[in-house]
């Protein structure tokens, strides 16, 4: 399925919101044009990527990223990895 038809079947689950599915349809779906732009992580990367004065929020992130389509996850993939690094964090992102 498409990724915004499948992010809508899986939000109308109970319990399953955006960033929920938009990390499946990433990880467990394979979508190669999904970015969870409320994800406070790639926001700060994103923020700091850029120079930003302030992290962008949702909104504001989800037109930023558009640029990057058709591949938005690979971008969230790349900036979580900057994140973990700006931020010394002993983490890798899941492949």
Known sequence: KP???AL???TALKGVG?????VYLM???GHADVFPAGDVALQNAVGAAFGLA???QAKAL????EVWSPW?????RLFWAYYATKMR???????
């Not at 938005?72 to 969230?76: D, L």
């Open 72 to 76: 938005r996850s690979v971008a969230a």
């Open 62 to 65: 989800a037109q930023l990223s």
């Open 27 to 29: 990880f467990c779906g």
């Open 54 to 56: 302030a992290r962008p």
């Open 89 to 95: 964090r002993d983490m890798v992102p899941i492949g």
């Open 18 to 22: 955006p960033w929920t599915a938009e």
């Open 3 to 5: 990724p915004g038809e």
């Open 8 to 10: 809508g079947e899986l």
